[in-house]
């Protein structure tokens, strides 16, 4: 989709279907993008959560009017994809070596480098949100290696810390059932569990959701060597808690309270820079908010991005759901001060009649 889009209606099909997907060459294998929007606009990119692509990872947020509205009025979207996980991938070679996190982030730059970016807004899902951490702060030998080319980061269940004893080893398991089976039932009861809250997986008297299904049947059509590839740097990741401490652009951090990277998003938002930083904690919900309760990053989001002098459309400004406009907006609250407010409770059951 390469017009502006300056209207409430959105033809949501079109946003998802008619971006354009490139094949980059980089140091380290191929990567795609998919580009959707105005070139002319300034970059937001995306970078999605192990086994995920940027369809099961941020549809949802996208499938939100006003979201998309928001980010589709301010930005050009770049959904980078790890190696492997794009929609109807083929198997990456068992001769090309694995990636490290650190390789992963360097493929960012040579993305931004293809397309002529500068600094971008990016957005980012647990193992995402860490590669799109790293390539903002280095890796403790390259600190501050890119931290020019980032405007702001959006941070969904991150991590930053290398895997706790716990983690690695349940990671090791995955890795195991990835390369002995497959994407099989049991991996993919795991994978759900790391994305979605108990809520919506569902039980033996309540139905799984909508979203758990969609998921789950797009977790079918990936290539468990390729999944593994992206797991095996995720699982070797440095530790990059000391140079958060010098970052300073603007960091918007989301996490649902049900995710099992809860204690690892506290922790990240502990060693920031409180006065460029702010947690949105989201009740009943899992690692996937952009999934799970995409409403709830709206307001928060249309803030973030006023500290950049960035708007909705004034199509929306009547919207029941966010009834934000400049004008009813405290100045303090635009602080760099106030980046650093904790926002708990989130609620995001609101029915919406426009």
Known sequence: MAES??????????????????????????????????????????YPDLALNHMSCFQGLFFCPEAASLLLHNFCIYHISPPGHELGAALISVDDPVPS???L?????EVLNFFGLGAVMCMGVTAGAYILSLFAVGSPSTLMKYRERVLGLILVSPLCRAPSWTEWFYNKVISNMLYFYGMCGLLKECLLQRYFSKEVRGSAEVPESDIVQACRKLLEERQSSNVWRFLQAINRRPDITEGLKSLRCRTLIFVGDSSPFHSEAL??????DRRYSALVEVQACGSMVTEEQPHAMLIPMEYFFMGYGLYRPCHFSESPRSPLSPSCISPEL?????????????????????
Do not use: N, W
């Not at 008619?18 to 929007?37: A, D, L």
């Not at 922790?267 to 920031?272: I, V």
């Open 101 to 103: 996190a650190d390789d």
């Open 5 to 46: 889009i300056d209207a409430v209606s959105l033809d949501m099909e079109k946003i998802y279907l008619g971006g354009k997907e490139h094949f980059i060459r980089t140091g380290c294998g191929s990567v795609s993008v998919i580009v959707y929007g105005d070139q002319d606009k300034p970059a937001l990119i995306t």
């Open 267 to 272: 922790h990240m938002t502990s060693k920031l």
């Open 105 to 109: 982030a360097d493929q960012i730059l």
């Open 334 to 354: 635009l602080s760099p001060e106030s980046m650093g407010l904790k926002l708990k409770p989130i609620k995001t059951r609101v029915s919406l009649g426009l």
